[in-house]
């Protein structure tokens, strides 16, 4: 089966930023998953992290990240937002997932309110009895008649999208009402469970987020349905765009790819044979090495 990550950045310099930062955090954890980027953004290194930098051939749609396919032969596609960084290698997301046509990681939802709109009113108006509540910051698909049909279906709810009575996505139809609608028009799909970890947003942290790339930390106490430690696959910075620790990792991750330029491998600083040569006279006035 040929395996893809794949992630879009188009638009600001900021967004190319982010997902430079995806394919880094990708590269530093030795993930070995082909990468592809969909770009219009000029001026970076695409090539060093991604295997593949494909231009868009349509407009911006809130399904970008779906349309890996058209754009070569894979199999199965694990499509991120670019606003994550990666602390866990992703073979484990691709055999979880193996034979979904579609997997989002979420619960499931009967009432309240998600986008702006009473769910219990748009499950009356769709005639279902449930709706998938998720995240879309990590998306997997499959090759298939399945999900051809699902993108169908997304399409057909993004070009309708004022009829959904969901609210809009910064202008823009939302990615997550066009998924959780088609998978329940179509009955293709499936919701795994939120503890998996592969992807988390850290909402309803409590206490400190320890984040940390230099140490490949990201942990985290989070109250969503219950009380729990979290150490996801992928965090999706989401509302953390907005906290420097965010882009301090950012630039964390650019100063480690500074020193990879410019040291040969198994560079040892001239301190640290300083501190090797004391060490050495130590232990054999112990009489411990001779």
């Not at 990681?105 to 009895?129: F, I, P, R």
């Not at 910064?170 to 970890?197: F, P």
Request: glycine share 8%; proline share 3%.
């Amino acid at each position: 089966m040929k395996r893809l990550m794949f992630t879009v950045a188009r638009g600001k310099p900021r967004y190319a930023e982010m997902a430079m930062g995806l394919g880094r955090s990708l590269s530093l954890i030795g993930d070995e998953t082909p990468r592809a980027v969909l770009t219009d953004i000029e001026g970076y290194d695409w090539a060093k992290y991604f295997d593949f930098v494909w231009k868009p051939t349509e407009p911006r749609s809130a399904l970008d990240k779906l349309f890996a396919i058209q754009f070569g032969e894979f199999d199965a596609v694990y499509a991120i937002d670019g606003d994550c960084l990666a602390f866990k290698r992703l073979d484990p997301v691709f055999a979880h997932c193996r034979a979904m046509p579609l997997a989002v990681q979420g619960t499931w939802q009967t009432e309240g309110k998600w986008h702006g709109a009473e769910v219990a009113s748009v499950l009356a108006k769709e005639n279902l009895a449930k709706l998938p509540k998720f995240n879309g910051g990590a998306l997997y698909y499959e090759k298939g008649p399945d999900f051809d049909r699902l993108l169908e279906s997304m399409r057909d709810i993004e070009g309708n999208y004022a009829d959904t009575g969901f609210g809009d996505f910064r202008g823009n139809a939302s990615e997550e009402v066009c998924v959780a609608l088609a998978m329940m028009r179509t009955g293709i799909g499936q919701v795994i469970s939120d503890d998996t970890d592969f992807m988390n947003t850290g909402a309803g942290i409590i206490g400190k987020l320890h984040l940390d790339v230099t140490s490949n930390t990201c942990r985290f106490l989070s109250r969503k349905q219950k009380v729990r430690y979290v150490e996801p696959y992928v965090f999706h910075a989401s509302e953390y765009c907005n906290f420097s620790t965010y882009w301090r990792q950012l630039d964390l991750l650019k100063r480690l790819e500074k020193y990879e330029d410019t040291h040969r491998p198994g560079y040892r600083s001239r301190w640290f044979k300083f501190r090797r040569s004391l060490a050495r006279r130590l232990l054999k006035l112990q009489g411990r090495i001779e």
